[in-house]
């Protein structure tokens, strides 16, 4: 067995992120101060003991750590993004060849918790993806009250309560955002009640998440109820659940289209703007196709959209390249697979995910059926752990929690193999500490 080193981070300033990622086995989690908080925001000790049997890998027991040039070159991309998005050309485009019900008028709402997936590389940041119902902030919110600072020099590193407060305010505020958002000029009544809504949530990996989610929005005088879409009725140009009209649909089904036949309810309800959706499919047409990716990182499909040549520059640069999969590639793509990594375009928690270089044929020629995208293989950086004493290599990926535009919070997700799994020893959500430089949600220097 190998023996750690005791833990330290004091020449953090000269080594930079690459040491500390490898050599700092400093422990940042308070499990006591977790429990504490769980069983706080959970309101009940069978909550917490819930969390603790089923999500046994949901929080790692240290930070990532990054660099403010990095936080910086992230939020700059995530502008260039939503510049782009922005453009009526895009949206014209997009909606174009979308289903019918993402060409429906969303009412207004953006779409809360968009999630923004990069790894980092010695050239920089790569995003991989963009997601519209990304879960774990409020996860995040817990993990960051139960942070400890292991020597002087971190200090300033770990996430203060205020910081955590002002999260979970900016959560709130953007539901209620999405609330006005949604109705007719000059509402005055305030947001009254949301449904936190997915398949059979008892059963679901986050539904603890769910848990902390309704007790945040009570907390604010919000009734909050989650619930199956299956529990949910459409009468009189009103969604109840029960007896209980509901104002707004946090929505957490995979199911973007909302077309299964459990979902009815749900999508027409959306249609007929009964109740506020968020997000919703048209949030998912235009962010987070994965087919969106090869035309963000076209410069020539780009400059013919009007996009300018500083953000072409910024997207083409930090998006790997991307490209669909269809007949005309196919060929090309299957010598060179070891390049790439192969997504379905609708895919969701690498599902049906695969990396180019563990390909068979078999799974190959179900690519070649669905509706996938290959993109060039970005190496995710690597966290060395401390698991009982002995050094761990995982992987971890950086996700930026985003909404109008503006960062809500960056986590890092730790994990062994292809991808994100929540199921590895010493893995799981993890803070991000980053070295100075400061920016602002806006990504300026402070």
Not at 105 to 126: E, I, K, T
Not at 265 to 278: D, F, G, N
Not at 306 to 330: F, K, Q, W, Y
Not at 407 to 436: C, D, K
Request: net charge negative.
């Amino acid at each position: 067995m190998t023996t750690l080193p005791a833990p330290h981070c004091t020449q953090y300033g000269d080594a930079g992120i690459e040491w500390l990622n490898s050599q700092c086995f400093c422990l940042s989690l308070d499990a006591k101060a977790l429990h504490r908080a769980l069983e706080s925001e959970l309101g009940a000790p069978d909550l917490v003991t819930l969390v603790t049997e089923r999500c046994p890998y949901l929080f790692s027991a240290q930070p990532a750590f990054v660099s403010g040039a990095h936080i910086a070159r992230m939020l700059e991309v995530i502008r260039a993004v939503e510049a782009v998005i922005a453009l009526p050309a895009w949206r014209e485009q997009i909606l174009a060849d979308a289903p019918a019900i993402a060409q429906a008028a969303a009412g207004g709402a953006q779409g809360v918790f968009f999630g923004y997936d990069f790894h980092l590389d010695d050239d920089g940041v790569r995003l991989i993806e963009i997601n519209t119902n990304a879960g774990g902030a409020m996860l995040n919110a817990v993990l960051a009250r139960a942070q400890r600072a292991c020597c002087p020099e971190i200090e300033g590193m770990v996430p203060t309560l205020a910081s955590v407060d002002a999260l979970e305010q900016r959560i709130v505020d953007m539901f209620r955002n999405e609330w006005e958002l949604s109705g007719p000029v000059g509402r005055t009544r305030p947001l009254q009640t949301i449904a936190i809504v997915d398949t059979a949530p008892e059963q679901q990996y986050l539904y603890p998440e769910f848990l902390l989610f309704q007790r945040l929005f009570q907390k604010h005088g919000i009734q909050a109820v989650i619930a199956d879409p299956g529990a949910l009725a459409l009468r009189d140009r009103v969604l109840w659940h029960g007896d209980t009209a509901i104002d707004l649909v946090y929505n957490r089904l995979t199911d973007f289209l909302l077309g299964a036949p459990a979902h009815a309810a749900l999508r027409s309800a959306y249609l007929e703007h009964a109740a506020v959706v968020t997000p919703h499919p048209q949030a998912h047409a235009l962010y987070a196709d994965k087919r969106n990716l090869a035309l963000l990182c076209d410069d020539r499909r780009l400059q013919q959209l009007g996009v300018p040549v500083a953000t072409r520059a910024v997207l083409v640069d930090s998006i790997p390249r991307t490209e669909v999969v269809e007949p005309a590639n196919a060929e090309r793509l299957w010598n060179q697979r070891r390049q790439f990594f192969f997504k379905p375009s609708a895919g969701f928690g690498s599902r049906a995910a695969y990396r180019g270089d563990k390909l068979t044929k078999r799974v190959w020629q179900e690519i070649l059926q669905g509706e996938y995208v290959a993109q060039a293989f970005a190496a995710p950086p690597q966290r060395t752990i401390a698991l009982e004493n002995t050094p761990q290599v995982l992987k971890f990926d950086l996700r930026v929690y985003v909404y109008d535009g503006r960062m809500q919070w960056v986590a890092a997700r730790l994990y062994q193999g292809q991808t994100t799994n929540f199921r590895t020893p010493g893995g799981g959500f993890a803070p991000v500490y980053q070295l100075p430089i400061a920016i602002d949600d806006k990504g300026e220097r402070t």
